[in-house]
Nanobody, 124 residues
Framework: VQVVESGGGLVQAGGSLRLSCTTSGLPFDDYVMAWFRQDSGLEREGVSCISWSSGFTYYTDSVKGRFTISRDRAENALYLQMNTLKPEDTAMYYC??????????????????WGQGTQVTVSS
């Protein structure tokens, strides 16, 4: 299984970035994919997730209205469009996949496959 993120970088507050994630070899017929982030010294935080089959989406409150998760099923690609970025969005962003969840869909321990991460830095 491969999970590979890209698209991170340095951006000024108020700017935008688009993260991408491609996968191969996931052993699921249906699954949920998510974006998590982790800043140094902090716990990994769920940002957003999407059902691969239905397209149902879920966001953590701090990014609602600013971030949009989407997927391209033909390309096996996941995206996170991040607008109006704030310094507190600075973190390593990870893409993850799971076949099912119970309760909160942004619980990190639920996810079985992870990428290596892509760094997002927002300067003030």
């Amino acid at each position: 299984v491969q999970v590979v993120e890209s698209g991170g970088g340095l951006v000024q507050a108020g700017g935008s970035l688009r993260l991408s994630c491609t996968t191969s070899g996931l052993p699921f017929d249906d699954y949920v994919m998510a974006w998590f982030r982790q800043d140094s010294g902090l716990e990994r935080e769920g940002v957003s997730c999407i059902s691969w089959s239905s397209g149902f989406t879920y966001y953590t409150d701090s990014v609602k209205g600013r971030f949009t998760i989407s997927r391209d099923r033909a390309e096996n690609a996941l995206y996170l469009q991040m607008n109006t970025l704030k310094p507190e969005d600075t973190a390593m962003y990870y893409c993850a996949a799971t076949d099912a969840y119970i309760g909160n869909p942004l619980t990190a321990s639920t996810y079985l496959y992870w990428g290596q991460g892509t760094q997002v830095t927002v300067s003030s």
